[in-house]
């Protein structure tokens, strides 16, 4: 189990790769990816029960990405879980690759489901979580959702099934950047306030810093230990965390950098980074 100081490394690597990927593929969504990368460290790294030489053990955790144009940050978590080679992060939306544009669970080891048409994740988490309860399994369920993706009526749909089912195994964790691809959240269709809205659908809420690991792995337990009702994490976060001039701005909800701008955070191999104010400054090693 890892330290805060190793799973905020992880993240960054995992940032990393993102940048690596899109610059790569000339192609794909960097914000939400980047926003959401803590979580899925924390997830992958700390939390989540897994086992990247058996990725269908039966007793496995589940992680459903809902909001699967973030599928950048899911795969370079898996990589570095070990489920593939992380050279394969640079065949990102090629012909042939197991990484397209959205998760594939009949390509990509480790992926649980196949996501993308927004909304839908949810509810295939919900399966998950009630087959578990009836099979008398005591794995987890955690379904990442995205701020404009809790737009679509099936997340409230799936939200009240969640509630009535008792899915005490089921914990959501929703990424609010406060972004979307057309603008601010609150000014497309506003979505707050959430936790009164989580909470009269009957879900535990806890909200966090989505950037502070120890807030993370602390929420996550706390939601491990509700009983008779599902959990939602509210995260707040940061569209584009960790690449300043990405750091809240619509532009780059899918709009990968240009070569320009990749030369701004170079990210070739032979590259390695710190963090410095939260940010990432890409070194040459010479």
């Keep these: 189990m890892a330290d805060c100081s190793s799973l905020e490394k992880m993240a960054n690597t995992i940032r990393q790769d993102i940048i690596t990927m899109l610059t790569n593929s000339c192609s794909g969504h960097p914000g939400g990816s980047l926003s959401s990368a ?6 992958y790294f700390h939390k989540m029960r897994i086992n990247s030489k058996n990725p269908k053990w039966p007793d496995r955790d ?6 699967g144009h973030a599928a950048p940050v899911l795969y370079a978590s898996l990589a570095r879980a070990g489920f593939f080679d992380v050279s394969e992060l640079l065949t990102l939306r090629k012909l042939g690759s197991i990484l397209q544009g959205h998760p594939d669970y009949k390509l990509t080891p480790g992926v ?5 048409s927004l909304g ?10 009630l087959a578990g309860k009836l099979d008398k399994k005591d794995y987890r369920v ?4 995205g701020d404009g993706e809790s737009q679509e009526g099936q997340i409230w749909e799936a ?7 008792k899915l005490d195994n089921l914990c959501v964790i929703q990424d609010f950047n406060g972004l979307q691809i057309d603008g601010p959240v609150e000014e497309v269709m506003n979505v707050k306030p959430l936790p009164e809205k989580w909470r009269s659908f009957g879900f535990n809420v806890q909200e966090i810093n989505g950037h502070d690991i120890s807030e993370i792995i602390s929420a996550f337990d706390k939601a491990e230990e509700e009983k008779g009702k599902p959990s939602i994490i509210i995260a707040n976060t940061i569209k584009g965390k960790g690449v300043s001039f990405m750091e809240g701005q619509c532009k780059y909800h899918g709009t990968p950098p240009t070569k320009e701008e990749g030369d701004k955070c ?11 104010s939260t940010r990432l400054v890409f ?3 010479v």
């Design 38 to 43: 803590d979580i899925l460290t924390v997830l």
């Design 62 to 67: 589940r992680f459903v990405m809902s909001k």
């Design 112 to 116: 649980e489901c196949s996501t993308g």
């Design 120 to 129: 839908q994740g949810l509810s295939i988490a919900n399966g998950m979580a």
């Design 142 to 145: 955690y379904a990442l959702i």
């Design 159 to 165: 939200a009240m099934a969640s509630a009535h089912y």
């Design 266 to 276: 170079p990210v070739q191999p032979n590259h390695r980074f710190f963090v410095i």
């Design 283 to 285: 070194l040459t090693l």
